[in-house]
């Protein structure tokens, strides 16, 4: 659906038929805890999880060397969504998870360097490595895919729908009972899964290490952020998803990290569909268009003084959230194409960030300087950097 489907009926079905899967599986019945939706208590689940790993990381490095957090907030993050569209977590270590999340870093980072054929197409009949490597770990990355979708299919019962690809299943039993087959094929409908899986987590992973950046670079806004979970939440229990709109500083500090830091600078390429005229300028139908989400972020006249970053300039007087601002940062696309999964992603990343700063008090390692330039991939990551971590309890 993302990538190769061009617009038209079946591509606006098969965006609905995600868009339902998504929604659908995320807020159904938890399975045992406390939390109002099996989103909630997944997310809750993992953040909690995290915390004791880079508590236990922590106790085994010394303070002066820190630990490098992006190791724990990518297994973490990346088991949320395989939970939802497969059923399953995995462990910290697990082998076979680590090496798919790291092929999926590795074709990122190939996407974003781009390739002469991305200009000239008929450099594609050209040898060319880089493209090579692509399509190999682009293969590899739908091997592991397929043999989920494949068991999936093998121990589907329709009376248990386990998670999204169960979901998808059902929807092409469904369509085979009403004859209705038209638009999209079966294996187009299932694969959804696959855009579900490939969309959320890097870009939910960057956003944390951002956020983990500004805050050992800031630590008054790391205090702020402290006092307001102190406040609202207390030391008896942990953050979850309802906690949001009471903590405006919180939610500023997320949309300053989306503005300042812009780590998903262009959105996916996209094709004009007709002959269009775009404040002034003329597009011909079938030219590729990107929208600039960098730009508007660091627009001089939208924001006065973009390179400052100050999540306090998303707060009225009296503290509360300034929506008319906040719709003007732009990180999740616009229109058609905008993202299917941005309401998931805030609640995602509000308690992540929360759970973990619930817990411990994070800073910086001493002599190390934090430089807030980025490496590309599809989305910009920051350059590595290690935290130290207390217990704040
Ligand atoms: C902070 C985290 C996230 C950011 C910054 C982000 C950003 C984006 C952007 C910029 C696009 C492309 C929009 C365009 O090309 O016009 C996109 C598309 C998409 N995102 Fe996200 N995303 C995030 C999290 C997620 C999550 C958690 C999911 C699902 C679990 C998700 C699912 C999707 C899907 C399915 C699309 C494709 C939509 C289409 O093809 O029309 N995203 N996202």
Not at 83 to 109: M, P, Q, S, W
Not at 113 to 120: C, I, M, N, P, R
Not at 173 to 194: A, K, P
Request: aromatic share 10%; net charge negative.
């Amino acid at each position: 659906m993302t990538f190769s489907e061009k617009y038209g009926p079946a591509w606006l079905l098969h965006k609905k038929l995600c868009k339902n899967a998504l929604r659908s599986f995320s807020y159904a019945e938890p399975r045992g805890s406390g939390a109002t939706c099996l989103l909630e208590e997944q997310v809750c689940a993992e953040a909690a999880e995290m915390v004791g790993v880079i508590r236990e990381q922590a106790a085994k490095n010394c303070e002066m060397t820190g630990i490098d957090p992006a190791i724990s907030l990518v297994t973490s993050v990346a088991n949320v969504v395989c939970a939802l569209c497969f059923g399953r977590r995995y462990d910290h270590n697990d082998k076979e998870f680590l090496t798919i999340v790291n092929i999926n870093n590795e074709v990122l980072k190939l996407f974003a360097a781009g390739t002469l054929a991305d200009f000239f197409p008929v450099f594609r009949y050209f040898p060319n490595p880089s493209l090579r490597k692509m399509v190999q770990y682009i293969h590899r990355m739908n091997g592991f895919m397929e043999q989920k979708i494949e068991e999936h299919i093998n121990t589907f019962d329709k009376n248990c729908i386990r998670d999204i690809t169960d979901a998808l299943i059902a929807l092409c039993e469904d369509r085979e009972e009403n004859r209705d087959t038209s638009l999209l094929t079966n294996s187009q409908v299932i694969r959804t899964v696959i855009d579900i899986f490939g969309a959320g987590f890097d870009t939910v992973i960057a956003g944390l290490q951002w956020s983990l950046l500004y805050l050992i670079k800031f630590p008054n806004i790391q205090d702020k952020i402290q006092q307001e979970i102190d406040e609202h939440i207390g030391s008896a229990r942990l953050p979850q998803f309802s906690d949001k709109p009471n903590m405006p500083f919180t939610e500023a500090f997320i949309y300053e990290v989306f503005r300042h830091s812009s780590y998903v600078p262009f959105t996916i390429p996209h094709c004009t569909t007709r002959d269009t005229i775009l404040n002034g300028y003329f597009i011909p139908k079938d030219t590729c268009v990107f929208i600039n989400q960098y730009q508007v972020n660091h627009d001089v006249h939208l924001w006065g003084n973009p390179e400052e970053f100050q999540p306090h300039r998303f707060l009225g007087l009296s503290g509360q959230l300034n929506k008319e601002l906040t719709e003007k940062v732009l990180i999740f696309g616009l229109g058609k194409r905008h993202c299917l999964g941005d309401g998931f992603a805030r609640l995602e990343m509000f308690v992540f960030l929360t759970t973990l700063l619930h817990a411990l008090r994070i800073e910086k390692v001493p002599g190390q300087e934090l430089d807030l330039s980025a490496d590309f991939s599809l989305t910009m990551k920051p350059h590595p950097y290690r935290i130290s971590v207390s217990d704040r309890f």
